[in-house]
């Protein structure tokens, strides 16, 4: 099965880059999308598509791939920014749906 | 504004089953696919299953087959999702979320979530 491979945190200064990753076999060559999650709250879109950010979402937040990488940038961080946050793409060869196991974004 | 909202909080017994609603508004239900997705306690997401509205074709996570069963009412714009044989491992948040029927597309909204609790 397609394993997509997140680090369990990344802590980061107000005002800093908080860079998220999210390892693949040639992830570069799907669908990649983020989705940020926070206690008690629907899991929200954040990015889709490697880079394209959905209406609301700040610019502070862009990502990008290659190879076997994609990455969640977050600039200027602020503690509103404080959540899980999630990879996703869809396994074609199984037809499902798969997810990151999560990086635990904290705002220092 | 496209909103799903779910059944509540539901405390069911290992062995039984439980169903949980997914109430689309905002935009024509029958033109996105549903997904399913779950977060167990201190897990991260597990996507469980989709659903066509339109056509009612189906598609389930190879750990969820035979177990989880995706069904809708499109006069009532919701759909469902039927976990049997529940044990505590099921213990978790279940989500629903619109997904336009297409390649690799993404889940955009989510529901609010539905706490099932397996306890005896």
């Known amino acids: 099965s397609y394993v997509l491979t997140q680090p369990p945190s990344v802590s980061v200064a107000p005002g800093k880059t908080a860079i998220i990753t999210c390892g693949g076999n040639s992830i570069a060559d799907k669908s990649v999308h983020w989705y940020q999650l926070k206690p008690g709250q629907a899991p929200v879109l954040v990015m889709f598509y490697h880079s394209d950010r959905p209406t609301g979402i700040p610019d502070r937040f862009s990502g990008s791939d290659s190879g076997n990488t994609a990455t969640l940038t977050i600039s200027r961080v602020e503690a509103g920014d404080e959540a899980d946050y999630y990879c996703q793409v869809w396994d074609t060869k199984r037809d499902q749906g798969v997810f990151g196991g999560g990086t635990k974004l904290t705002v220092l | 504004q496209v909103q799903l909202v779910q059944s509540g909080a539901e405390v069911t017994k290992p062995g039984a089953s439980v169903k949980v609603s997914c109430k689309a508004s905002?935009?024509?239900?029958?033109?996105?696919?549903i997904h399913w997705v779950r977060q167990a306690a201190g897990q991260g997401l597990e996507w469980m299953g989709w659903m066509n509205p339109s056509s009612g074709n189906t598609g389930y996570a190879e750990k969820f087959q035979g177990r989880v069963t995706l069904t809708r009412n499109n006069s009532i714009r919701t759909a469902y999702m039927e976990l049997s044989s529940l044990r505590s491992e099921d213990t978790a948040i279940y989500y629903c979320?619109?997904?336009?029927?297409?390649?690799?597309?993404?889940?955009?909204?989510w529901g609010q979530g539905t706490l099932v609790t397996v306890a005896s």
């Open positions: 905002g935009y024509t239900f029958t033109s996105y696919d």
């Open positions: 979320a619109r997904v336009r029927p297409a390649m690799n597309a993404f889940l955009d909204p």
